[in-house]
């Protein structure tokens, strides 16, 4: 168990921004929420899973809702808490550990407030290295645990309980349920045991965020070191020269296009994505898709920009990070794949789409 100081978690927030591939709620927001906790007097820590006995009862805590609307909608800090407090009198028993559910963007920070406030230790996992938009899309459901019964809690004191027949059924009236809360809310579920949640997780994902936040704000050589962190290569770099985003079915969905520069000049690059970036385009040809991540960075400086801050004439660069192995099985990519989504073409990982296509790749 490590205690994470103000400093870890800026770091975090910042890495987190990185592996929410463009959503996952806006980490900035959730360091916020972090930093609020932190300065009431609690403690932050993060604790590995291999340290916890493998039958003690583990939740994972997460937000849920549109990124766009987590930005406006604020919280009052209670949420979590009181989803916590009606699943464990729905079931009967008292949870010991907390699973953060994606590392990516706001969820990163939410878990660790939630076990600050609790005195329940965090562990260093989550269920997708990265951010999707929807509940089922998490290794935790790929690998067995079922994500109901589920607590969904919104600011105004409203908590909705959820016992559903399916994953995607628990997503369908978790959604629908958010939507009439107003867009956002937290959420608690996927109830087991430590040693399950350490069979079926992305291990130290915390770990990774930290990693490449440190890089991000102290580097003199930030996008080589970035690339190395990440393992990942430049996509693309451009200027931002349309972006389209609208809210349906409690989703932000969009997309966003680029106009090549430098060695891209006269090309162009397309990003579609809902909440998270799901597929990128170069001259119509797709390049990168998930489950692998397409995160978009600010030219300058490094700093990831998320879909509800980018906009019009910014210049980037587009990078693709190769996903955990864990979503590269035939069962994972059923669930998160490009097919997943309405695409109809099949998954290629980025670092072979990058070997078949030459050095800019």
Same mark, same amino acid.
């Given at each position: 168990?490590?205690?994470l100081?103000?400093?870890?978690l800026?770091?975090?927030?910042?890495?987190a921004?990185?592996l929410g591939?463009?959503g996952?709620?806006?980490a900035h927001?959730?360091?916020?929420?972090?930093?609020?906790v932190?300065?009431?007097?609690?403690?932050?820590?993060?604790t590995?899973?291999?340290e916890l006995?493998?039958?003690?009862v583990a939740?994972?805590?997460?937000?849920?809702?549109?990124?766009?609307v987590?930005?406006?909608?604020?919280r009052?800090?209670?949420?979590?808490?009181?989803?916590?407090k009606?699943l464990?009198?729905?079931?009967?028993?008292?949870?010991?550990?907390?699973?953060p559910i994606e590392?990516g963007?706001?969820n990163?920070?939410?878990p660790?407030a939630l076990?600050?406030?609790?005195?329940?230790?965090?562990m260093?996992?989550?269920?997708?290295?990265r951010?999707f938009p929807?509940v089922?899309?998490v290794?935790?459901?790929?690998?067995g645990?079922e994500?109901? /019964?589920?607590a969904v809690a919104?600011?105004r004191?409203n908590?909705?309980? $959820?016992d559903?027949?399916? +994953? &995607? *059924?628990t #997503?369908?009236i978790?959604?629908?349920?958010c939507v009439?809360?107003?867009g956002h809310a937290?959420a608690?579920?996927?109830?087991?045991?430590?040693?399950e949640?350490?069979r079926?997780?992305? /291990?130290s994902t915390y770990?990774?965020?930290?990693?490449?936040?440190n890089? $991000?704000?102290?580097?003199r +050589? &930030? *996008?080589? #070191?970035?690339?190395?962190?990440v393992?990942?290569h430049?996509?693309?770099?451009?200027?931002?020269?349309d972006?389209?985003?609208?809210m349906?079915a409690?989703f932000?969905?969009?997309?966003a296009s680029?106009e090549?520069m430098?060695p891209?000049?006269?090309?162009?690059m397309?990003?579609?994505?809902q909440n998270e970036?799901?597929v990128?385009?170069?001259?119509?040809?797709?390049?990168?898709?998930?489950?692998?991540?397409?995160?978009?960075?600010?030219y300058e400086?490094?700093?990831?920009?998320t879909?509800?801050v980018?906009?019009?004439?910014?210049?980037?660069?587009?990078l693709?990070?190769p996903?955990?192995?864990k979503?590269?099985?035939?069962?994972?990519?059923?669930?998160?794949?490009p097919?997943?989504?309405?695409?109809?073409?099949e998954?290629?990982s980025?670092?072979r789409i990058?070997?078949?296509?030459?050095?800019?790749?």
């Open positions: 168990m490590r205690e100081t103000e400093e870890n800026r770091n975090i927030a910042m890495g921004a990185v591939t463009g996952g709620g806006n927001m959730g360091l916020l929420t972090a930093l609020q932190m300065k009431q007097g609690y403690k932050f820590e993060l590995e899973p291999e006995e493998e039958d003690l939740v994972a805590m997460f937000g849920i809702g549109a990124p766009t987590g930005v406006e909608k604020i009052n800090g209670s949420e979590s808490i009181r989803a916590m009606t464990e009198r729905y079931l009967g028993k008292k949870f010991q550990a907390i699973a590392v963007g706001v990163s920070m939410l660790l076990g600050a406030m609790t005195g329940l230790p965090v260093n996992l989550d269920g997708m290295g951010a929807e089922q899309m290794t935790y459901s790929v690998y645990i994500a109901s /019964p589920m919104d600011e004191g908590v909705n309980l $959820i559903a027949y399916s +994953d &995607v *059924w #997503e369908r978790a959604r629908a349920t009439v809360e107003g937290d608690l579920g996927y109830v087991s045991t430590v040693g949640f350490i079926t997780s992305v /291990p770990t990774l965020a930290e990693r490449i936040g890089v $991000i704000r102290y580097s +050589d &930030v *996008w080589n #070191e970035v690339l190395d962190t393992d990942g430049i996509l693309f770099e451009g200027k931002c020269s972006i389209e985003r609208k349906v409690g932000a969905r969009g997309s680029i090549g430098g891209y000049k006269g090309s162009e397309t990003i579609s994505f970036n799901l990128a385009l170069l001259d119509g040809k797709p390049v990168a898709t998930v489950p692998d991540l397409i995160t978009v960075m600010d400086n490094a700093k990831p920009l879909t509800e980018l906009r019009y004439g910014v210049r980037v660069k587009v693709a990070i996903c955990h192995e979503w590269r099985t035939p069962e994972a990519l059923r669930v998160a794949g097919k997943a989504f309405g695409y109809d073409f998954y290629i980025c670092e990058r070997a078949e296509n030459g050095a800019l790749l």
